[in-house]
């Protein structure tokens, strides 16, 4: 039905133009104190049309399925892309929808998932609650659960379709001291979210025995869990691996490219149809997604792009518009970091003197994006390593360091990647994920 949809819309558009259709049905599940606070539902249907008119595009959309609603929009996109060719001195700078191949399919939908039972949310709070609460802590956060149908058609002949579904849920547990812990997990499918252990974790690191120590700024020692690496990942990813920035001078890889410039332990790549992560078959342009490797080894390889950035950098599209007609970022989406040696965290931590354990990273803020220099708070188990071991807890911390150098000081890696996410989804549901190890680095630059 959606890619019918979308060729009515396409018809009326004419020319070079692309329609996509994206249904979305989730739930979500708040709750604060160790009482649910507030469930939000949402069914909606989006129609989007983009027309090019001698490279300048024109845009328009409607939430109605009706024949005459999808044909209007059509005729609004072409009508704006018509009057922006005739206002403008040159031609515009996108090339036109590229001619692609079908997209492979994935395993990315669960149809259990796509129920959206809230009595199994319900379920999911209350265990997660019980277990913070059985150590002494209250519990709050969220459970989500999504079911995300699109389809993309092109005059250019690409026409694709998938339906994937996600679960998310986070718990952040508050010790009577003031002193929060975190813990989330990210799936495909709700059932293989764990709630008890969620809580448990969380609740571990919130009542964690001991004043909090407080370290003067400086550079230490760190170790990292996955959370707080995919927010390193985050980073590098937007400074440099995006190809707009890239083509246009303004990336992290600049002159860098077949270089190494991280620890040869790192190898990092975009897969999205890695066995663990969200994966996704095609992007807002219908072109199909395939592995594209980033770093190797620690050298720099390859970059993300859209058809814009292609054309601008000489290249062709890999697959990372967020929108047709892309001119923003071109971004990996999921970003797969390969493990290494170390058993879990532990063990890290047992090459460590004294250094700092994080949980995760917060409020992150680019510096000097050519840098990849951002600064970011350590938040919800920030704790302090003394002789290989965890001993109390740490006042949170301010960081202020290269994403990149701090992964060119990497020792070790745990054996395991995980998948983790933000997953709090506002406005159109996108999920994505970042599956990675947690990892110790010789240093990171804390200056607050």
Request: a negative charge; hydrophobic letters at 45%; proline letters at 5%.
């Amino acid at each position: 039905m959606s890619v019918d949809l979308a060729r009515q819309a396409l018809e009326a558009a004419g020319g070079d133009a692309l329609a996509s259709v994206t249904r979305e049905r989730s739930l979500m599940l708040r709750f604060a104190r160790s009482r649910p606070t507030q469930a939000t539902s949402v069914d909606d249907v989006t129609v989007e049309v983009a027309a090019v008119r001698d490279g300048h595009v024109g845009r328009a959309s409607t939430n109605s399925t009706g024949q005459d609603a999808l044909a209007a929009a059509g005729r609004s996109a072409a009508a704006a892309a018509e009057a922006a060719a005739r206002a403008a001195s040159d031609p515009g700078s996108f090339p036109g929808f590229p001619e692609v191949d079908p997209p492979r399919a994935h395993e990315g939908h669960d149809p259990a998932t796509a129920r959206l039972d809230p009595e199994g949310g319900g379920r999911a709070l209350e265990a997660a609650i019980a277990a913070a609460n059985g150590a002494g802590t209250d519990a709050g956060g969220i459970w989500t659960a999504g079911e995300v149908a699109r389809a993309v058609v092109s005059t250019a002949g690409a026409e694709a379709s998938e339906r994937v579904t996600d679960a998310f849920m986070k718990v952040v547990a508050t010790a009577p001291s003031g002193r929060t812990g975190y813990a989330a997990q990210t799936e495909v499918e709700s059932a293989s979210l764990v709630p008890a252990r969620l809580g448990e974790r969380a609740a571990g690191k919130a009542a964690f025995p001991g004043e909090s120590a407080v370290l003067a700024p400086g550079e230490y020692p760190v170790v990292l869990e996955p959370h707080a690496v995919a927010e390193l990942l985050w980073v590098v990813a937007r400074t440099a691996f995006d190809g707009m920035a890239h083509a246009e001078g303004r990336g992290a890889l600049e002159g860098r490219l077949g270089t190494r410039i991280v620890s040869p332990a790192v190898n990092l790549s975009d897969a999205p149809r890695y066995r663990s992560t969200l994966p996704r078959a095609f992007d807002a342009e219908g072109v199909p997604k395939a592995p594209l490797p980033l770093i190797q080894d620690g050298v720099a390889h390859r970059l993300a792009h859209h058809t814009r950035s292609a054309a601008l950098a000489g290249a062709e599209s890999t697959g990372h518009a967020g929108e047709a007609a892309d001119s923003g970022r071109a971004l990996p989406t999921n970003l797969v970091m390969i493990g290494g040696g170390a058993a879990d965290e532990d063990e890290l931590c047992a090459g460590v003197e004294r250094g700092i354990y994080v949980t995760r990273l917060w409020y992150t803020n680019f510096v000097r994006p050519a840098e990849s220099s951002f600064t970011a708070v350590t938040r919800d188990g920030t704790f302090l390593i003394e002789d290989g071991k965890v001993t109390r807890p740490l006042a949170d911390m301010r960081v202020t360091d290269s994403a990149l150098e701090v992964l060119g000081r990497i020792e070790a890696l745990s054996a395991r990647s995980v998948l983790t996410s933000d997953g709090e989804l506002y406005g159109r549901r996108f999920a994505y994920g970042t599956v990675c190890p947690a990892l110790r680095a010789s240093a990171m630059r804390f200056t607050a």
